[in-house]
Nanobody
Framework: QVRLVESGGGLVQPGDSLRLSCVVS????????MGWFRQAPGREREFVAT????????EYADSVQGRFTISRDNGRNSVYLQMNNLQPEDTALYSC?????????????????WGQGTQVTVSS
């Protein structure tokens, strides 16, 4: 059984940084793309960032480009999201996802396993 567990969320002020982690168990992520998505109350889930199996290809949502960085450690079966200069509009439940293939993917249907999420709240 595949399990994804996120951590690292919290309550921060505008301009602060957070680093989210996602540890996967039950499947080796080495040959899978990985992604981060977020969902704010009353809104649909939206793509944040994705990374391919060997970290050579990444893609970001326009809203986080230049502020967020996705990375992975296949040896630790983990993926990370470094979030800098956080803003109130970044407030959401952040979830990581395991891709069906090894390439980057920006839509939920390209992922087959999801974590429960970690809450990020940005407020002054």
């Amino acid at each position: 059984q595949v399990r994804l567990v996120e951590s690292g969320g919290g309550l921060v002020q505008p301009g602060d940084s957070l680093r989210l982690s996602c540890v996967v168990s039950g499947r080796d992520i080495t040959w899978h793309g990985m992604g981060w998505f977020r969902q704010a109350p009353g809104r649909e889930r939206e793509f944040v960032a994705t990374i391919n199996y060997n970290s050579r290809d990444t893609e970001y949502a326009d809203s986080v480009q230049g502020r967020f960085t996705i990375s992975r450690d296949n040896g630790r079966n983990s993926v990370y999201l470094q979030m800098n200069n956080l803003q109130p509009e970044d407030t959401a439940l952040y979830s990581c996802a395991l891709g069906i293939t090894e390439v980057i993917a920006t839509t939920p249907r390209e992922y087959d396993s999801w974590g429960q999420g970690t809450q990020v709240t940005v407020s002054s």
